[in-house]
């Protein structure tokens, strides 16, 4: 599988925020996904990535190469949704498609009518006069439509009805069948990488706690739910972020850690936002 991105003990540091020794790939042919809480430096990494910012240590490589003049070549195979496009309110959809496709030397109009008309987008219309969803949909649109070899998405369905985000995950897996793209997905919205994603990438407090394959996380751990009195110091250690109540507690447990709770504990699967909200409770705070 080859690495379309490759981080490799990358660092930057901020005032009161730091992003450590991050190391990882988003590999051709996959969705990966990107979650984290705020603040955790998702954002930071991608714009590491998209070259709007450099590391104070390590090294970011986009298709092979870290040199500066080869990743702002790189720029044309890329495809970037923000989760606020960017868009002069004052253009229309068609107009704004001109100016973006001025900056790609792949530009393919047949591609950009296509999806146009795929998402129901009045070429005439200002931006001004069309919806959050609408937007989101020009955006993805015309991040699609230069045979971008990489699709770095940031928030893309933060805020849109489910109808709208459903109908942007069935191109996106539309999307990855042609094994010679790679898909990068930041969001909060879990539920959509459960849908889609192939590989995760956690993040929290500047650090990658997690990076590999979606179901090996999701198979880690159980959902565990039981009495109070089964919580000594012995349980309590291999437990990560409970919550107690009158009536009983709810934790995140790793696989190996069942056979000490004994029987009287439910034990579920996960989801991954269960995983990323207890892992992040269970964590000490500075």
Request: net charge negative.
């Amino acid at each position: 599988m080859e690495d379309v991105v490759t981080l490799e003990g990358v660092s930057k540091t901020f005032r009161g925020f730091r992003l450590e020794d991050v190391t990882f790939s988003i590999k051709k042919g996959f969705i990966t996904g990107f979650i984290g809480p705020n603040g955790s430096g998702k954002t930071t990494t991608i714009k590491l990535i998209m070259d709007l910012l450099h590391p104070d240590a390590g090294t970011v490589r986009l298709f092979g190469h870290s040199d500066p003049r080869s990743r702002q070549k790189a720029k044309d195979r890329i495809g970037f949704v923000y989760a606020e496009p960017p868009f002069y309110d004052e253009l229309t959809v068609d107009q704004t498609k001109t100016v973006v496709a001025s900056f790609y030397s792949r530009w393919d109009e047949r591609l950009y009518r296509h999806y146009r008309n795929q998402f129901e987008l009045p070429g005439d219309r200002k931006i001004k006069a069309l919806s959050t969803g609408m937007k989101m949909k020009l955006s993805i649109a015309l991040a699609l439509s230069h045979h971008a070899e990489l699709i770095l998405l940031d928030e893309p369905t933060s805020g849109l009805d489910p109808i709208v985000r459903r109908e942007i995950l069935d191109v996106l897996a539309e999307l990855i069948q042609d094994e010679g793209k790679a898909i990068f997905f930041s969001t909060h919205i879990t539920t959509d990488l459960e849908r889609i994603a192939d590989y995760m990438i956690f993040i929290h407090r500047g650090r990658i706690l997690y990076n590999g394959e979606k179901d090996r996380l999701l198979e880690q751990y159980r959902l565990v739910k039981g009495p109070r009195e089964i919580l000594n110091p012995e349980t309590r250690e291999k437990l990560i972020g409970i919550r107690e109540t009158g009536v009983g507690f709810e934790a995140l447990a790793p696989n190996d850690a069942l056979p000490a709770l004994g029987s009287r504990v439910l034990a579920e699967p996960p989801s991954l936002e269960d995983i990323m909200l207890y892992t992040v409770k269970g964590e000490p705070h500075a």
